[in-house]
């Protein structure tokens, strides 16, 4: 039998670049330590140039094997999460006997949790491959939920709540750190955009599936119990399914060719930022701390962070709707979000501004707020519709991941400033539903006017923010005519490969004209954004 010649030549790919000359060990050497991009390169001869066809074949690979597992991993995160919401109208409070504050203190203890884990997350999202520390993530929360079926009172409830979000706390750093190692800067909102959307699928799909659970009457469980359990051995299964096919990193991908990686890698050397190292750094930490940027996203994501997620049904149903009917009332409240979260993040990328468009969606959740504090209990559908619009904040959260993702450069930097940023997601989540109590039913007249305040305060900060990054970038253009680079560059990172192409041209005359550029290229040096001055600064 004649052997595959596409088979043969793959095997030879394979064994060259299993080869290493001691050229390609010099070559190694000369690379600061724990840069694993510039050391993959270094391994493989040949020309390390593509074509649009090429990229663009790639990208579709990507896209169709990690893309996939991304939103599936930020689904179940979704719905076990919300499961405690959906089972709050089916005698939760009830039959575990809750009291005064006790059901606020299960929403807030998961976001506690998360928020203790985040530097541990940071610290395991550097070390150790991103794959399987996603699959035994999602192992051990869904494990959390199943067993807390078992669960009658309240301290067992609130000690498997904390256990969930321990575990959950590192599937948004995962999924912003796996972001930020695929794809281009161009692509990331989109992407990111995508799997926040599940956040909406999750409330249509969670609504249907516990409204069909909620029929089901035993006498040995109750509902809530039903559904955490089947909820939590779904999740289960999931994590395995991440375990056999979520790849490391672009170089570690069994399912790309070995021509495919180089492409998959040089894609991304217009990003500036890196993507992979395992090597803590300490002085990435600190510039973390003192980075204006890193706190600008963080009182962001904190003022959107409230307890109209955990309180939405009760919310609902003291608009006067039964409990099935406030289930069945959350599936547009789902759609709502979906299209809010891809209309944003599709605007953004168009507009190249998430500062307005994050303003724009922050004064229409506010909209909705003054509606639900001043119209009458009796005008339901006005009250559903203000309802609604607050929904629409769920568009707010991806664009800010997005915008930290595209700003932050530096392995260590990155992981720590996602940390920080969820940091303040979690404390936000924290004292949201603490601005709740059910005792303010049915106007909830406290915890909405603390969300209005925030609403306003978020399209501030959003408009402050794009213009302290045109700042950066004026600074960085004045470091480049310093060295004597041109001051004015192509953002490569936020061009596809055909204008990428054109603009090149454009480029070397002005370079010519400029005396060349000096330097050299830190793409993959593990180099911080503010200490790189080829790093541009996206709005």
Known sequence: MSANPRAVAQAEADADAETITPAVETRIEAIPRGEKAAQFLATVSGDHTFTPEEEKKVLRRIDLRVLPLLLGAYFFQQLDKSSLSYVSIFGLVEDAHLVGQQYSWLGSILYLAQLVMQPIAALVLVKLPTGKVIAA???????????????????????????LGAFESMIAPS??????????????????????????????????????????????????????MLCGLLTVVYSLLVLI?????????????????????????????????????????WETLYDVKTWIWFLLIISISGGISTFGSLIITSFGYENFDAILFNL??????????????????????????IAGIAAVAAVGTILL??????????????YYLVSCLAGITPLVYAWEAQNTAGDTKRKCTSAVVLIGMCTGNVIGPQLYSLDQAPEYRPGLISNLVMFILVAI????????????????????????????VVDESMLGKEKLQASKALE????????????????????????????????
Not at 190 to 197: D, F, G, K, T
Not at 342 to 352: E, I, P, V
Not at 373 to 386: A, C, D, H, N
Request: glycine share 10%; proline share 2%; with cysteine.
């Open 137 to 163: 993530a999602i192992f051990l929360w869904g494990s959390s939920l199943a067993i807390m079926a078992a669960c009658t009172d309240f301290p067992s409830l609130l000690g498997l709540r904390f256990c």
């Open 175 to 228: 999924c912003i750190a796996v972001t930020q190692m695929w794809w281009r800067r161009g692509e990331q909102t989109w992407r990111a955009a995508l799997w926040n959307s599940m956040n909406g699928v999750t409330a249509i799909v969670g609504s249907l599936f516990t409204y069909g659970l909620g029929h089901i009457h035993s006498d040995t469980l109750y509902s809530y119990q039903t559904i955490f």
């Open 245 to 285: 096919f979520m790849p490391d990193s672009p170089m570690e991908a069994k399912f790309l060719h070995e021509r495919e990686k180089v492409v998959a890698v040089e894609r991304l050397r217009a990003n500036q930022m890196g993507i992979i190292s395992r090597e803590w750094r300490w002085d990435h930490v």
């Open 332 to 357: 547009p409240f789902g759609a709502v979000q979906i299209v809010v979260i891809l209309g944003g993040g599709w605007l953004a990328t168009r507009l190249r501004t998430k500062g307005l468009v």
């Open 373 to 386: 504090l001043t119209v009458s209990r009796e005008q339901k559908g006005v009250l559903l519709f203000g």
């Open 461 to 488: 900060i959003a408009i402050l923010a794009d213009a302290y990054l045109y700042r950066l970038n004026r600074r960085h253009a004045k470091k480049r005519e310093a060295v004597g680079k041109n001051a004015q």
């Open 508 to 539: 070397v005359e002005d370079a010519g004209a400029a005396g060349g550029q000096n330097g050299v290229d830190k793409g993959f040096l593990d180099t911080t954004d503010l200490k790189n001055e080829d790093f541009i600064y996206v709005y």
